[in-house]
């Protein structure tokens, strides 16, 4: 087992590249932390209740919520597998927690994605509550509108898309993820990608990258 990690702005279209990525090779597996979060929110699970307020809020959940999760998922990950972790670490606390666990980490893509683009973005994202596929009404559309092509659930706009809530993750996004760049360019395993060819290109990049 080894490690990619996707590190980029919300909306940089990194959960995105890891879904179709794991989607076309059986080696890759794709984690992301804010699916796990929202997963624990549904279901109600205590760390669930404790996030759903700093993620509607578009702040960042404890450190120590999220490591554990993700702490998990990587302990029972085993074998020939790429893990294509998506959203976390998101700061460098969470960068040293991996750190001190000795989590095998082969490269870390930055996909870039220029501000102006991604409140675009965001503003057209619809997602399927049911399988998690992500789509957007221009760039990325479904066959039929509203409606997730692969288990016909109906979409929704995540309750922290609203023009609000999106300006203060990317507020969090600079201030505690973007030092991550520099972090991880220090240590050699730094890789950049253009996030804005579109989707297929993207993916394509990204898997060239890492
Ligand atoms: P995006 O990348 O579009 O911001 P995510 O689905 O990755 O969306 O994250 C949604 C929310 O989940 C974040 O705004 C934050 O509240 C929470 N979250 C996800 N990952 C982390 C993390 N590593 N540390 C703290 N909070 C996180
Ligand atoms: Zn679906």
Redesign the pocket.
């Known amino acids: 087992m080894d490690i990619v990690i996707l590190l980029g702005a ?2 940089s279209g ?2 995105t590249i890891a879904a179709r990525l794991a989607s076309e090779d059986a080696k890759l597996k794709h984690v ?4 796990l ?2 997963g624990a929110v549904a279901k109600g699970t205590p760390a669930g209740l404790e ?1 759903k307020g ?2 509607e809020k ?4 404890p ?1 120590a919520l ?1 490591a554990t999760m993700i702490g998990d998922v990587i302990a029972e990950t085993k074998g020939d597998v790429t893990m294509l972790l ?6 460098v606390a ?1 960068a040293e927690v991996l750190e001190r666990a000795g989590a095998p980490i082969r490269s870390v893509v930055l996909v870039d994605v220029p501000d102006a683009v991604i409140a675009d973005r ?1 503003a057209g994202r619809r997602t399927c509550p049911k399988c998690k596929a992500g789509y957007h009404v221009k760039a990325l559309p479904p066959k039929v509108e509203g409606i997730c092509d692969k288990c016909g659930a109906e979409l929704v706009i995540r309750k ?1 898309d609203n023009p609000e809530t999106v300006k203060d ?1 990317l507020v ?1 996004y600079h201030r505690e993820t973007e030092p991550l760049v520099a972090f991880y360019e220090a240590k050699g395993l730094l890789r950049r990608i253009d996030g804005d060819q579109g989707p297929e290109r993207n993916a394509a990049a990204f898997r060239e990258a890492m």
């Open positions: 919300p909306g990194k959960g992301s932390s804010g699916d979060l929202r996030a700093y993620m578009g702040q960042l959940v450190d999220i998506d959203g976390f670490p998101r700061n969470q965001i922290d993750r969090v």
